[in-house]
């Protein structure tokens, strides 16, 4: 599957609570509200230039470092972004976001400003960036993840093939 989207870049170093603050882990319970507030602390109009059309999430190294907050995947998720694009992830949320079902996309980040169009192809394993006329070489993904993306998480990979055997 083919994605088209507009970059929304970010810097480095953005942590699970600039995805989503702790002022909402316990007051908002309902995913679809909780993604309303995604990235609002790092730039308070995202949701609102972002809810209409799609937009991939384009960060610099460490994206989603800090606590293990599950919220943070899920809310991205649930905010319908077709995937977040960085040049690496911390460990934790890397985990989470394919549990979860989260397309990661890691790259070289640098060639691509807010607002460049990128059309991403995860099966034929590469990131156009349509603006500049340029393909980035992505980081190809392990046939787990893959199926963990492909399934729609870790759950729905297990209830489909009735455990987590990957080798089929």
């Known amino acids: 599957m083919k994605y088209t989207a507009r970059a929304y870049k970010f810097g480095d170093d953005i942590s699970t609570d600039l ?3 702790g002022r909402y882990k316990f007051a908002i319970r309902d995913m679809k509200e909780l993604a309303k ?3 609002e602390d790092a730039d308070s109009q995202f949701y609102r230039k972002s809810k209409d059309r799609p937009v991939f999430i384009v960060a610099g190294s460490n994206f989603g470092m800090g606590s293990s907050r599950e ?3 899920r809310a991205l998720k649930e905010a319908k972004i077709p995937a977040v694009i960085a040049k690496n992830f911390a460990r934790i949320f890397y ?3 394919f549990n ?3 397309r990661l996309v890691e790259c070289d980040t640098g060639k691509i400003n807010h607002g460049d169009t990128l059309e991403l192809d995860p099966d034929k394993g590469y990131l156009k ?4 006329n340029i393909e980035l070489p992505i980081r190809p993904l392990h046939p787990v ?3 963990l993306l ?3 998480g870790v759950v729905k990979y297990f209830k489909k093939h009735r455990g987590l055997n990957f080798g089929s």
């Open 37 to 39: 507030h995604v990235m």
């Open 71 to 73: 919220q943070a995947p």
């Open 145 to 147: 993840m893959k199926g």
């Open 100 to 102: 979860i079902g989260l």
């Open 19 to 21: 995805i989503i603050s």
């Open 95 to 97: 985990r989470n976001a």
């Open 150 to 152: 492909k399934a729609g």
């Open 129 to 132: 960036n349509r603006t500049k």
